[in-house]
């Protein structure tokens, strides 16, 4: 019998968002993505441990020490994450660039190139594999590069049109805007009620859907981190959700109807203005967006927070 989880991969292609690859083979996604809170969540079960193992062990030749020999073995162990995903996955893993590289264009290239190295060495067409940046100016540039060697790019906390436009200019191959964490931007800075009728995270991802079918941009929308049922189910028909392993299984033990919420044909109809995302206007545009701003600022020091945490346990296991 059918349920509310195998409705929804009807229209909408589904993606586990974790690091938690014992978890995956239940809810049999396309896809999976990961970040450094993901990965630090992981690292603290036990029956994780032999993949930092192993990722010590791979690095074990190597004449690094000190912080680079940290940072070759964290680029192991995501890519260890990583190839475990995929062997339960029939798609796509994307393992995320440290956040703390969020400005830097030139060490956000060379990052992604060596994790994509990595991946190639143990047998991994780069077309399975998304790196992850930061929806900032100088990583929507990196992934301009990165596109046009063939490594295909996640944009990850995205918040804005302004930001979604600028990745779709790039080329990014798909972006992430936060639908959860925008709800929760507005719940703490406006005194309204918000439901599945008017989330503003919601809104945020069908106003980006709409705008890239009305101009023909191929790079796809992938809504993630979101709080409730209500979310998901008022983005089917997006091309893709990252979902996490509580909300799968809820979805899974339901029997609700999924009704297309989001649909490519009549996007192409609306009524749309073309935005203007040459630099000065992508900063203008982002000033002027508190939430975005804040949203954007805020992840990228939690997601450095969390890889300086497993930082810390690597050091740790190394000695």
């Known amino acids: 019998m059918s349920n509310t989880l195998d409705s929804l991969k009807q229209m909408t292609t589904v993606?586990?968002?974790?690091?938690?690859f014992e978890t995956l083979a239940a809810y049999t996604p396309q896809d999976a993505t990961t970040n450094p809170s993901l990965i630090l969540k992981a690292l603290q079960k036990s029956e994780y441990a032999s993949v930092l193992d192993d990722a010590i062990q791979s690095t074990a030749d190597s004449s690094?020490?000190?912080?680079?020999?940290?940072?070759l073995v964290i680029d192991h162990l995501l890519v260890g994450f990583g190839l475990k995903i995929l062997a339960i996955v029939p798609g796509r893993v994307s393992t995320e660039v440290d956040a703390r590289l969020s400005f830097d264009t030139e060490a956000s290239i060379a990052k992604a190139r060596e994790l994509i190295a990595l991946y190639e060495t143990a047998g991994i067409d780069r077309e399975r594999v998304l790196i992850k940046i930061a929806s900032t100016w100088e990583g929507?540039?990196?992934?301009?590069?990165?596109?046009?060697?063939?490594?295909?790019?996640?944009?990850?906390?995205?918040f804005s049109l302004a930001q979604a436009v600028a990745c779709a200019e790039a080329g990014a191959q798909l972006i992430s805007p936060f639908v959860g964490r925008i709800l929760d931007?507005?719940?703490?800075?406006?005194?309204?009620?918000y439901d599945r009728s008017n989330d503003?995270?919601?809104?945020?991802?069908?106003?980006i859907y709409t705008y890239y079918k009305k101009f023909g941009h191929e790079t796809e929308v992938m809504g993630a981190s979101?709080?409730?049922?209500g979310e998901i189910l008022e983005l089917a028909g997006c091309d893709l959700l990252t979902i996490s392993p509580n909300l799968l299984e809820e979805l899974q033990g339901m029997d609700e109807s999924v009704e297309r919420k989001l649909d490519a044909d009549a996007a192409k109809?609306?009524?749309?203005?073309k935005l203007d995302v040459s630099e000065k206007s992508f900063r203008w545009l982002m000033n002027e967006d508190a939430m975005a701003t804040e949203k954007l600022a805020q992840g990228i020091r939690v997601f450095s927070q969390d890889m300086v945490k497993v930082r810390?346990?690597?050091a740790n296991k190394l000695g």
């Open 64 to 71: 690094a020490t000190g912080e680079a020999q940290i940072d």
């Open 200 to 207: 503003p995270g919601v809104s945020s991802v069908k106003e």
């Open 185 to 193: 931007w507005f719940k703490a800075n406006t005194d309204v009620t």
């Open 312 to 314: 810390v346990i690597v």
């Open 140 to 158: 929507i540039r990196a992934a301009e590069v990165l596109q046009k060697e063939g490594i295909r790019c996640n944009m990850t906390l995205l």
């Open 15 to 20: 993606v586990a968002d974790t690091g938690d």
């Open 226 to 229: 979101f709080r409730n049922l």
């Open 269 to 273: 109809n609306a009524e749309v203005k």
